[in-house]
């Protein structure tokens, strides 16, 4: 088990078009720390192949480790995307393969087509193929559905003032003093 959490790292890629997977939460336990890398509306599949591609590598030159890589597919997958997911894939594996054991999780909607999920599952299978051997493992999970909101509380409230209204501020600071 890596001794450093700090520098553990989750990086998810989200297509053009793709749903944000409610489970994401999960992987935060393994890895804390997050990048994000998302395709936008006017970028082609091979300006956001080659923006990911740059930006995984820069990742894995740094001091973090990356344990976990999400590639969120969108339900609308031209050739050109599957090659360009293909090799930000390729690009994240070789990212990951400094850490001792990592996760490779392609995601896609549980709605879409058959098509969509057997692209998932053939690349999926093509990894598996290409990783033989090695601490990497590769899942596929389907996003069933919008999730509620993209937003969570990062902040515990704090108990309000009313509440402490029977505590001895003075007593406290003499304690302190």
């Known amino acids: 088990m890596d001794?450093?959490?700090?520098?553990?790292?989750?990086?998810?890629?989200?297509?053009?078009?793709?749903?944000?997977?409610?489970?994401?939460?999960?992987y935060h336990a393994v890895a804390p720390n997050s990048v994000v890398i998302a395709q936008a509306p006017e970028e082609t599949p091979h300006q956001f192949g080659l923006r990911a591609s740059h930006r995984l590598e820069e990742i894995s030159t740094g001091r973090a480790k990356l344990k976990v890589g999400v590639v969120v597919a969108s339900t609308k997958a031209s050739e050109e995307q599957l090659t360009e997911r293909h090799a930000i894939c390729r690009t994240l594996v070789r990212a990951?393969?400094?850490?001792?054991?990592?996760?490779?999780?392609?995601?896609?909607?549980?709605?879409?087509?058959?098509?969509?999920?057997?692209?998932?599952?053939?690349?999926?299978?093509?990894?598996?193929?290409?990783?033989?051997?090695?601490?990497?493992?590769?899942?596929?999970?389907?996003?069933?559905?919008?999730?509620?909101?993209?937003?969570?509380?990062s902040v515990s409230p704090v108990a309000s003032v009313e509440s402490h209204e029977n505590v001895d501020v003075e007593a406290i600071g003499q304690k302190r003093g």
């Open 3 to 26: 001794q450093d959490v700090d520098n553990l790292l989750c990086v998810v890629v989200l297509e053009a078009g793709s749903t944000w997977p409610p489970w994401i939460n999960e």
């Open 96 to 153: 990951m393969t400094s850490s001792e054991r990592s996760d490779l999780v392609l995601a896609g909607e549980g709605k879409g087509s058959d098509q969509n999920r057997h692209d998932l599952f053939a690349l999926a299978g093509t990894l598996c193929d290409e990783l033989r051997g090695s601490e990497l493992s590769v899942s596929v999970r389907f996003v069933d559905g919008r999730p509620e909101s993209g937003t969570m509380r």
